[in-house]
């Protein structure tokens, strides 16, 4: 079985068919596509177990070949793509496998406009790590930040969207059932919620990486949460995948 690769990035079964000399290999290979620009990375992820040890070698790697990170640890990959987009970096890499799996992970590649690489950009990545070997370093030592203010500056952002009626939702009092399967959506979506004062009955609500079920948001894969919104006579059902950028929605009937 090889790595997945698709417009996004690359996944595969950790230590299996992903292994870090792969994050050091592909990271080399963006630098490159992005012509390493005087600007930082951001690195995110999200909350699998494997997260910490694959981030950890990424910013190590990346500092010592004269990469500064900005290190926003677990953040939801449209977070990644806002920030990015939003501020001077150059791109960013979130580990991430999305929907699959909690034993895979990968990562995405963000162009500095937030959004993924485009088809050229992608081949020639493609290209450069199946082709070249990478750089282990110079005398050149890159800094490591943090941006612990990502989420809340995400949610800023969608509160102060001109055409949406803050004070009408508020108004409404939403019952929501919360689903983000213990992945990065885990704290954003509920402060999200409270914000737009919403009572929150919210499950696998702890970014630990461990999903009770099948972590991509398809219908035969949530039917519980709909059982979930019938018993409580909620309003609605948000459902996330682990990395936050897919959601499913389930009506007041389930």
Not at 31 to 42: A, G, S
Not at 47 to 75: A, K, M
Not at 140 to 160: C, M, P, R, V
Request: glycine share 6%; hydrophobic share 35%.
């Amino acid at each position: 079985m090889k790595l997945i690769k698709s417009v996004s990035g690359i996944r595969g079964i950790y230590n299996k068919t992903l292994f870090l000399e792969d994050i050091k290999k592909y990271s080399y290979a963006f630098l490159t596509v992005q012509q390493y620009p005087n600007l930082p990375i951001l690195i995110a992820r999200d909350s699998r177990t494997s997260g910490p040890e694959i981030t950890s070698c990424l910013i190590q790697y990346l500092n010592t070949i004269g990469i500064d990170v900005i290190d926003c640890g677990i953040i939801p990959t449209p977070t990644a793509q806002l920030i990015t987009d939003k501020f001077d970096i150059f791109g960013s890499i979130v580990i991430t496998a999305s929907h699959n799996p909690k034993e895979w992970n990968g990562m995405k590649f963000i162009d500095s406009d937030g959004t993924f690489l485009n088809q050229h950009k992608n081949k020639k990545l493609f290209e450069i790590a199946d082709s070249t070997k990478y750089n282990n370093g110079n005398k050149n030592k890159g800094k490591t930040s943090t941006f612990i203010e990502a989420i809340n500056y995400h949610l800023d952002n969608i509160l102060n969207i001109s055409f949406i009626d803050i004070n009408q939702i508020k108004s409404k009092k939403f019952k929501i059932v919360l689903d983000t399967i213990n992945g990065a959506s885990c704290l954003g979506f509920k402060k999200l919620l409270q914000k737009l004062n919403c009572e929150i009955i919210h499950i696998n609500e702890q970014p630990n990486g461990i999903f009770k079920r099948n972590p991509e948001p398809k219908t035969e894969n949530i039917k519980e949460v709909s059982k979930i919104v019938l018993e409580h006579s909620a309003d609605l059902a948000f459902i996330t995948d682990p990395d936050g950028d897919r959601l499913a929605v389930i009506d007041n009937k389930g």
